[in-house]
């Protein structure tokens, strides 16, 4: 199994930018796909975007569209999230997950996740 470790969240104010990273050891790391989820206090775990194994294609949530980037560095076992043009409504945790399959938007498709980071936006 592969453990996650999730860093570079903070408070912005709204329209700044963060960029998160994942560094993933254990197992390959190139063998999974990967995603990252969110979840705010008294929400479900959300979508926010994933990755396929070689980087090759991504797929994100109409949400953040636009503004949020993924990315891996298979050489480095991380997983990148830039975020930009930052609202208040995306305060949350944010968690990266690795599974199997890829493209997957259920949160229950993935068997690996780190502990979070906690990403705040003031108005």
């Known amino acids: 199994q592969v453990q996650l470790v999730e860093s570079g969240g903070g408070l912005v104010q709204a329209g700044g930018s963060l960029r998160l990273s994942c560094a993933a050891s254990?197992?390959?790391?190139?063998?999974?796909?990967m995603a990252w989820f969110r979840q705010a206090p008294g929400k479900e775990r959300e979508f926010v975007a994933a990755i396929s194994w070689g980087g090759g294609s991504t797929v994100y949530a109409d949400s953040v569209k636009g503004r949020f980037t993924i990315s891996r560095e298979n050489a480095k076992n991380t997983l990148y999230l830039q975020m930009n043009n930052l609202k208040p409504e995306d305060t949350a945790v944010y968690y990266c997950?690795?599974?199997?399959?890829?493209?997957?938007?259920?949160?229950?498709?993935?068997?690996?996740w780190g502990q979070g980071t906690q990403v705040t936006i003031s108005s």
């Open positions: 997950g690795a599974g199997s399959s890829w493209a997957q938007r259920d949160p229950r498709a993935f068997g690996s």
């Open positions: 254990g197992r390959t790391f190139s063998s999974y796909a």
